[in-house]
């Protein structure tokens, strides 16, 4: 199976910031490589996917790079509803393996 | 509207099995693989397996191999999930969701709360 490991865990930050979360993979992804946003009490929402491509209706404020096995979410000029816990997953090789989430806390 | 709604939440014995449905809308089913994944209160996200609705081909987790089977009914366009043997770390809510374009899971369940108890 294909580790993944987000750093860092959690981060505050504060309205108007730009935020970088990181997402290591034990393996070559290939760049299959897809970042997630989740609130409380709501399924996760696609934001990234192939590592660099925004999703559709995704604010231009998130971006992703990165690839092989290191990928990068950035967050620039934090809203207040981008306040929430970040996840990353690749979706190379099944199964399917998530990072353990990161969460952005207001500052 | 392309969406995909679940059935409503479970409370089950230990022991016991749960089935999940997932019906899908505003999309072509048999074109775009369904996963299943599950969330535990407070934890992270953990994939099941998927099934292919075209081909009826599934693809499971190692550590749920002989629990879990999912299933679909092209008829109605949707999708099950059942889990057997269920015990107390099973409790997590169970999403299905599509595998769309460049293998992002791009549509959510809003997802089923299964709850294990004696």
């Known amino acids: 199976d294909i580790q993944m490991t987000q750093s860092p865990s959690s981060v505050s930050a504060s309205i108007g910031d730009t935020v970088t979360i990181s997402c290591r993979a034990s393996l070559n992804t290939g760049g299959y490589l897809n970042w997630f946003q989740q609130k409380p009490g709501q399924a996760p929402k696609l934001l990234i996917y192939g590592a660099s491509n925004l999703h559709s209706g995704v604010p231009s404020r998130f971006s992703g790079s990165g690839s092989g096995t290191d990928f990068t979410l950035t967050i620039r000029s934090l809203q207040p509803e981008d306040f929430a816990t970040y996840y990353c997953?690749?979706?190379?090789?099944?199964?399917?393996?998530f990072g353990q989430g990161t969460r952005l806390d207001i500052k | 509207q392309e969406q995909l709604v679940q059935s409503g939440a479970e409370l089950k014995k230990p022991g016991a099995s749960v089935k999940v449905s997932c019906k899908t809308s505003g999309y072509s089913f048999t074109g775009y693989f369904i996963h299943w994944l599950r969330q535990a209160p407070g934890e992270g996200l953990e994939w099941l397996g998927w099934i292919n609705p075209y081909s009826g081909t599934t693809t499971y987790a190692q550590r749920f191999q002989g629990r879990v089977t999912v299933t679909t009914d092209t008829t109605i366009d949707t999708t099950y999930m059942h889990l057997s043997g269920l015990k107390s770390d099973d409790t997590a809510v169970y999403y299905c969701?599509?595998?769309?374009?460049?293998?992002?899971?791009?549509?959510w369940g809003q997802g089923t709360m299964v709850t294990v108890s004696s």
């Open positions: 969701a599509r595998r769309g374009r460049g293998a992002g899971i791009d549509i």
């Open positions: 997953q690749q979706s190379y090789s099944t199964p399917m393996t």
